[in-house]
């Protein structure tokens, strides 16, 4: 496609529930990245994908959070048992190459509210 | 480990006058180094990258940055500031090596008065 595109764009559930966020990126892009944004805060790394594997998991806060990419391309995020704090815009990126030197391109983001 | 700090919450400038949004980072090695900007409920829009080469980077709608290694900044600037500047601007660095990851500095809003 011509950009990254996020589904859904907003996302309510009740403390609990299951959610999953779609990220569909830029054809051909190999490496793919997911961030939280809180409000009043810059992203905050997830997950880093390169290809079907996820070459970095570091930001993932706990165990409820899971993402995966089975094809190379489109990305789920899952969370489990959600709770209030994960309230936040989830943004997903994708670059052309695994080192990014030519820039991350951006989706417009997941906006989640837990109630 | 990676970091970026964006010391301003809040930059005001009167439209037609210079701007600059200031960043400094942390990377151990050689840095790259990005500049994003976010407009309301939508996500973050590129606008340039220091990668290596030339200080000074131009990028989209005018904006620029100088790559500064001896004070480990490198600040946003635009000669002459319209109103539809006014928006969240996000710096970003990552190392030369190792980690492919970037890190966001917590952003500073852009308010462009007329």
């Known amino acids: 496609g011509a950009g990254v595109s996020q589904t859904p764009s907003n996302k309510v559930t009740e403390k609990g529930k299951y959610v999953e966020l779609r990220c569909d990126p830029i054809?051909?892009?190999?490496?793919l990245y997911w961030y939280r944004q809180s409000l009043g805060q810059g992203p905050e790394f997830l997950i880093y994908f390169q290809g079907t594997g996820a070459a970095d998991d570091s930001g993932l806060p706990n165990d409820r959070f899971f993402a995966v990419r089975p094809e190379g391309s489109v990305s789920t995020l899952k969370i489990q048992r959600t709770e209030r704090g994960d309230s936040a815009v989830y943004l997903c990126a994708s670059s052309s190459e695994a080192g990014g030197w030519g820039g991350y391109t951006f989706g417009s983001g997941t906006r989640l509210t837990v109630v | 480990a990676q970091s970026v700090a964006q010391p301003e919450d809040q930059v005001n400038v009167a439209e037609g006058n210079p701007l600059t949004v200031k960043c400094t980072y942390s990377?151990?090695?050689?840095?790259?180094l990005f500049w994003y900007v976010q407009y309301p409920n939508r996500g973050l829009q590129f606008l340039l990258k220091?990668?290596?080469?030339?200080?000074l980077v131009k990028g989209s709608y005018g904006f620029e940055a100088e790559f500064n290694k001896s004070q480990t900044s490198f600040h946003l600037k635009k000669p002459s500031a319209l109103v539809s500047d006014s928006a969240l601007y996000f710096c970003?660095?990552?190392?030369?090596?190792?980690?492919?990851?970037?890190?966001f500095g917590r952003g500073t809003s852009l308010i462009v008065h007329p």
């Open positions: 054809s051909g892009h190999t490496a």
């Open positions: 970003a660095v990552r190392t030369s090596g190792g980690s492919y990851i970037p890190t």
């Open positions: 220091y990668i290596t080469g030339d200080n």
């Open positions: 990377v151990s090695g050689n840095p790259y």
